[in-house]
C-alpha cells in the first residue's frame, strides 16, 4: 500500500468493463471502487500512436457557442492520479492479453492497495 500525501493508504480495484476492437482511439472502459466506499464509473482508455493513455469520465456543456469538458471525478494529488493511471493501465493490458488468449471470459477485476 502506497501512502497519499500523509493520508492513510487508498484500496483501489479495477475492472475493464467494455474492450472495444477497432480503429478508434477509445480502446476501452473501466470502473474503480477506492476505498471500498465509492465507485467511479466510465473511465476511458484510449491509444493513440501506441500511446495508451487513461481519461478520467466528464460532462461536457456550451458556453460562447464552444463545447467546454469537465471532469466529474479526478485524483486530487499528481501521485494520487499516477497510481490511478497506472493500475487502470495495468488492468487494460491484463484484459487484452485475456482478450488475446481466447473465449471471452468473465470481465478482468484487479485489486491493488495504493
Known sequence: MAKTQGKTPI??????????????????FASVTIGGAFAVHDIRITEKDNKVTVGMPFRSY????????????????????SALVAEVTKAYEAALEQEMAGPKQSKVSMHQHM
Open 62 to 81: 456550451k458556453s460562447g457557442g464552444e463545447t467546454k469538458y469537465v471532469d466529474t471525478f479526478h485524483p486530487i494529488t499528481a501521485e494520487t492520479r
Open 11 to 28: 484500496d483501489i480495484q479495477v475492472r475493464i468493463d467494455r474492450l472495444m476492437v477497432g480503429e478508434d482511439s477509445a480502446k476501452a
